[in-house]
């Protein structure tokens, strides 16, 4: 019996060391806007599973991508879709790059509640924010100075905003920058004549969410496309998934996933 | 209910019953639908018509779409026109003023996943390597030299510009044969025109060391006659090795660099090779020295500097160091800035440029550099300024001023007096690519 014990104690132990050692491992690399979705989503499905090991870096969607294309990492993060050179690149070498959209990047443009500006158009947006217009009177508004609030350049918002809305101009220089989307709405909530764009999880009664184009931004609008200011943020894998990259797209893809990419102010396609 | 219509919707569209471009259209139309009817969320909807989207790009760029021949999606067709005023001033020849125009197209097309053949064609003389411009209404016209030179609306030449295969062995590395667009990584014009276009072989490889950097060598061989060498009865052959690394130190700056080293065999005691103009020969025919050199090279992009004011700026520079045995007049280096945007694609896009280039007289083999740079020769010093405007959407207007001079004051002679024979060059041109 105690030879028994000891074999089965052996066996444990040896299993115990090899464990990590067998441990599946991914790499998930690409898009700083697509960063807090793959990283949260890592944090707590590594907590769910303690043998997966997640790695998870930066770098942006075009290195995501070539590392995708190279066979550097298992998951390429992209907050735009894959180019046509990229995929002739991929299809040069072999490789099936197969996309899955795993959020929605919806930014709602927000006001002072006290702005009587209800609708605005997305080329007004644009004027304001690269300075063209300074004053809400020319825009329809009381005859006060814009106070325009801003994210700060290394964030995916402003990348989202300059893209989509700026036409990758720059922002006015007297622009407020703030480091984080509750900064922004913070900021507008106490600005009576301020002007700012946060992801639309951070909207809240404190802020006036404006229609663009005379849509309205929520989830519905922005899964639908019909609020234009949203993009599909991708994840890339080498063919169809397998293994650890499978079931944590799974994860990030479902319920749970999903209501993390909510919390991060990102639109959830559930 | 709703699973199993969206299972057969999926299901249909994986059978690829439409064609894929039809497909991309209609399933917006119908995931629109099923998203009113509820049978499909929003986010479901969203998901397959933005993943639908991307299939179909895979499908076109991989040439598997079932609605174009696949001719057309294994063939790609590009080129350029541009016409150019130039004015060259010089202290012992006559001032000119040339309209000359420049064409190039060319085709890639690919053989298979692995394997690409790439022929171009361009105006330009054979005899002229450094150059595919063509001067309208003939050089002899403009200068007026001889009545008997001129040939009103004459016909221009056509030459093949490069013609080349391509098999990609693996992720990281690529073979090409033939003649083909120079392989090597270069900063500035200083050793090689950029019409120069090398005929051998040439062997890349890739790997990325890190998520900040990636590492590259280029192995070139390029034949430079087909015909044997005088003493050794050899090939003259340039073989050029170029490991280099491409770094990107935070979101604002990134640097790039190489070290090449150029190994010409069978040049020594060989005649000299048309075009040749500076290097040194003995019995006033052969070449006295060989051009075996070290090239490092180094270029930092910076985004957004000045505060913003200009979206980019780099900082680049280069060496050349002939290693040669008894070799005096052994260096040359070139420096420059330039800002504005990284490529001028667009309408409003612009750029600015500004290069110093040095060239000691047997630092490099003379057949190579820029031709617009002091006729192509060594044994200069230059100074260049391009400004370049985005005219619209593959369309620009460069300007591009040359001062240059020669290293060593010449002697009297019928050629003119004696100096260091400076000359000015501008060139406005009309660039349009397709």
Known sequence: MKNVTKILFIGLAVLGIAMPVFAEKIVVEG???????????????MQKDPGADISVRGGGSSVGIASIIDGSC???????????????????????????????????????????????????????????????????????????ISRDTSSGTFEAFMELVLDKQKVRPDAIMQASNQAVATTVARTPNAIGYVG??????????????????????????????????FMYTNGAPKGLAKEFLDFVKGAEGQALADELGYVGLK | MKKIVMMAFIALLGLGVMAPQAKAGEVDLL????????????????????????????????????????????????????????????????????????????V??????????????????????????????????????????????????????????????????????????????RVTDLLWDSDMNPEGFNVSLTHKFSSSMDLFMNNLLFVLDENTSKEEQKYPLLTAIQPGFSYKINDIYGLKGAVTGYFFSSVVDRYKFKGQSTNTLINTNYYKYNYNSINPSMELS?????????????IFGEGVLNVSEDVSAIGGFAAGVSFGASK???????????????????????????????????????????????????????????????????????????????????????????
């Open chain 2, 31 to 106: 995931v629109q639908k099923l998203v009113e009817k509820g049978i499909l969320t929003p986010g479901e909807g969203a998901t397959l018509i933005t993943e639908t989207k991307e299939e179909v790009k895979k499908q076109l760029a991989s040439g598997k779409s079932e609605s174009v021949p696949s001719w057309v999606q294994n063939v790609k067709l590009k080129g350029d026109f541009r016409f150019r005023y130039q004015y060259d001033r010089h202290t012992t020849t006559k001032n000119e003023n040339r309209a000359r125009i420049r064409a190039r197209v060319g």
């Open chain 1, 74 to 148: 298992d998951i390429a993060d992209s907050s735009r879709p894959i180019k046509d050179t990229e995929l002739e690149k991929a299809a040069a070498n072999g490789r099936d790059i197969k996309a899955h959209v795993v959020a929605m990047d919806g930014i709602a443009v927000v006001l002072h509640p006290s702005n009587p500006i209800s609708a605005m158009t997305k080329s007004q947006v644009k004027d304001i924010f690269t300075g063209k217009v300074s004053n809400w009177s020319q825009v329809g508004g009381r005859n006060e100075k814009i106070v325009a």
């Open chain 2, 344 to 434: 001028v694609e667009n309408k409003g896009d612009w750029q600015a440029k500004l290069i110093y280039a040095k060239l000691s007289r047997d630092a490099w083999m003379d057949i190579f550099p820029d031709s617009d740079r002091y006729s192509g020769k060594t044994n200069m010093k230059s100074y260049e300024a391009i400004f370049s405007y985005g005219l619209g959407k593959n369309t620009s207007l460069d300007f591009d001023y040359y001062y240059s001079q020669s290293l060593s004051k010449t002697a009297n002679s019928s050629s003119g007096p004696a100096g260091y024979k400076p000359s000015h060059m501008v060139q406005v041109d009309w660039n349009l690519k397709f």
């Open chain 2, 302 to 314: 910076i985004k957004e500097p000045l505060g913003g004011i200009v979206p980019s700026a780099k």
């Open chain 2, 108 to 185: 890639q097309a690919k053989v298979n996943d692995k394997m690409k053949v790439g022929v171009g064609i361009a105006t330009g003389k054979s005899s002229d390597p450094r150059s595919t411009n063509i001067t309208l209404g003939q050089d002899g016209i403009i200068s007026g030299t001889s009545t008997s030179d001129s040939n009103p609306g004459s016909f221009k030449n056509i030459i093949l510009d490069y013609a080349y295969g391509s098999y990609v062995v693996n992720n990281n590395m690529t073979l090409t044969v033939g003649k083909f667009s120079n392989p090597l990584w």
């Open chain 1, 200 to 233: 639309l999880g951070f909207l809240s009664d404190a802020i006036k969410a404006v229609t663009i184009d005379g849509v309205m931004p929520s989830k519905e609008t922005v899964l639908t496309g019909t609020y234009k200011i949203g993009r599909p943020l």
């Open chain 1, 31 to 45: 898009s700083t806007t697509v960063l807090p979705i793959a990283q949260k989503a890592a944090e707590v499905y």
